[in-house]
Nanobody
Framework: QVQLVESGGGLVQAGGSLRLSCAES????????VGWFRQAPGKQRELVAL???????NYADSVKGRFTISRDNAKNTVYLQMDNLKPEDTAVYSC???????????WGQGTQVTVSS
């Protein structure tokens, strides 16, 4: 049974930082793309960062230069370091794993990030 569990969300002032963690209980992370998604109220869910098994990364334009995704395969954990946070980053952040490109079949429950102005 594969489970993804996010942690690290919270309330922070604009300009501050948070680090989200996504821990996987099974054994698929090492062979999966892992993405961080976010969804704000009334908006569509968007992919903000992705990391491949080979450590290649990709970011949404809105977070480039501010967010950094990384992975520790020994801990089955993927991180999202978020710096210089803005109020528009407020959303529920979820991690997801894809064994096939673009097919995110495993999801965490989400963690709330709120950035105050």
């Amino acid at each position: 049974q594969v489970q993804l569990v996010e942690s690290g969300g919270g309330l922070v002032q604009a300009g501050g930082s948070l680090r989200l963690s996504c821990a996987e209980s099974g054994s698929i992370f090492r062979i999966s793309d892992v993405g961080w998604f976010r969804q704000a109220p009334g908006k569509q869910r968007e992919l903000v960062a992705l990391i491949t098994p080979g450590y290649a990364t990709n970011y949404a334009d809105s977070v480039k230069g501010r967010f950094t995704i990384s992975r520790d395969n020994a801990k089955n954990t993927v991180y999202l370091q978020m710096d210089n946070l803005k109020p528009e980053d407020t959303a529920v952040y979820s991690c997801a794993a894809a064994r096939s490109v673009g097919r995110f079949e495993y999801w965490g429950q989400g963690t709330q990030v709120t950035v105050s102005s």
